[in-house]
């Protein structure tokens, strides 16, 4: 799948098969998320994956709304050093997802709402921060990707010029 595809085509799930990622296409997600450009390339994101079912159950328990995570096979937190900045974690995370989608692997970015309670979970230093945590894993295609919910036209997110204008004829 093209990378233009991929992007498009991606969409979050809470629902996967148990089937485990192969190490040489878990390589290839954590090799995208490596590539994300950094500001000044201070390169201050770090991954830390997680396969252990009483591990991802014990994380699951420091967001609210995290319990899909039992359920994922694998679970990648995107950590940040002290000092870095969310924008790079953000796309260190996108990388990942849309790497991962492009080998047929879905994924849905969990927030850890309580920190100290992850950081725990996860053996990170306290002045560490977690952007965020993804559940991935092969989709169960009895549930719908979308949800239903179609994403809103291009028409009515994009300004021209000035907020609230419209493309300009011929454009």
């Known amino acids: 799948m093209d990378a233009y595809r991929a992007i498009i085509t991606k969409r979050d799930t809470r629902h996967f098969l148990p089937d485990p990622i192969p190490p040489d296409v878990l390589t290839r997600i954590l090799q995208a998320g490596r590539m994300a450009g950094s500001s000044k390339n201070s390169q201050p994101v770090r991954m830390v994956v997680v396969q252990d079912p009483e591990r991802r159950a014990a994380l699951a328990a420091c967001g609210d ?65 977690i952007a965020t945590v993804l559940a991935m894993g092969y989709p169960d295609l009895k549930h719908p990707l979308s949800q239903g919910r179609q994403r809103l036209p291009l028409d009515e997110l994009v300004s021209w010029e000035r907020w609230g204008a419209h493309r300009p004829e011929g454009g």
Not at 101 to 107: K, R
């Open 65 to 129: 709304y995290a319990e899909h995570l039992k359920a994922a096979p694998l679970a990648i937190a995107v950590v940040l050093l002290p000092g870095g900045g969310p924008f790079d974690a953000g796309r260190a995370a996108q990388n990942l997802m849309v790497a991962a989608w492009a080998s047929g692997i879905t994924s849905c970015p969990i927030a850890m709402h309580r920190q100290e309670c992850a950081r725990e979970v996860l053996g990170i230093p306290p002045d560490h921060t």
